[in-house]
């Protein structure tokens, strides 16, 4: 293993698994880390993969953006590919930026936040296969224009105890349940 994947391996084996999901995620993830090496950071449908992403916030803690998205027809955090690159904090920060079209997100910690295997499914020719997401926490204020990209339908500020009201699914209300229940 690298010395990049090496150091990534240790952050997932210190990081806190906040629900049975993360946990069983984390495994997964490290998992194939190992089995896969810097493949695991391509693109490629006939294989499971990491992406990146990050839940945006404001400043108060109060909002959480989330981008309705084109492909999948749900209400998610921004994220995606690595597309070869190992530098997971990178990709988030990235896919941030273009997806909710602001160049100011910046990084509330630069820990991992949550960790999440999710099914991605067959779409025409691709069949199919499991994003291993690694998540972190972003910050935006709320009243600056976010233009978006073309890979959402719309973004859309909520308040934190507003998100089930978009979502039922627990690994984007993971962020709700951190803020709502902080760790003591």
């Given amino acids: 293993m690298t010395d990049l994947l090496a150091e990534l391996d240790k952050e997932l084996a210190a990081f806190q698994p906040k629900d049975a999901r993360a946990e069983e995620s984390r495994a997964r993830v490290r998992a194939l880390l190992r089995s896969r090496g810097l493949a695991a950071f391509n693109r490629s449908p006939e294989a ?4 990146a992403s990050g839940f945006v ?5 109060s909002l959480a953006l989330l981008m309705h998205h084109r492909k999948l027809d749900l209400w998610l955090q921004p994220g995606g590919h690595c597309d070869g690159n190992p530098d997971v904090r990178a990709v988030a920060a990235r896919e941030v930026s273009e997806e909710i079209g602001s160049p100011s997100a910046r990084f509330i910690s630069r820990a991992i936040f949550d960790v999440d295997v999710h099914e991605i499914p067959a779409r025409r020719s691709e069949p199919a296969h499991h994003h291993h997401d690694i998540r972190f926490l972003f910050e935006v204020d709320p009243n600056e224009p976010l233009p978006g990209n073309n890979e959402s339908l719309a973004l859309r500020w909520l308040r934190i ?9 627990p ?3 993971v962020v709700r349940h951190a803020l709502m229940q902080p760790d003591t």
Wanted: hydrophobic letters at 40%.
């Fill in 171 to 173: 690994s984007v209300l």
């Fill in 48 to 51: 499971d993969h990491i992406t």
């Fill in 57 to 61: 916030l404001s400043p108060d803690r």
């Fill in 161 to 169: 105890d507003e998100l089930a009201a978009a979502t039922d699914r």
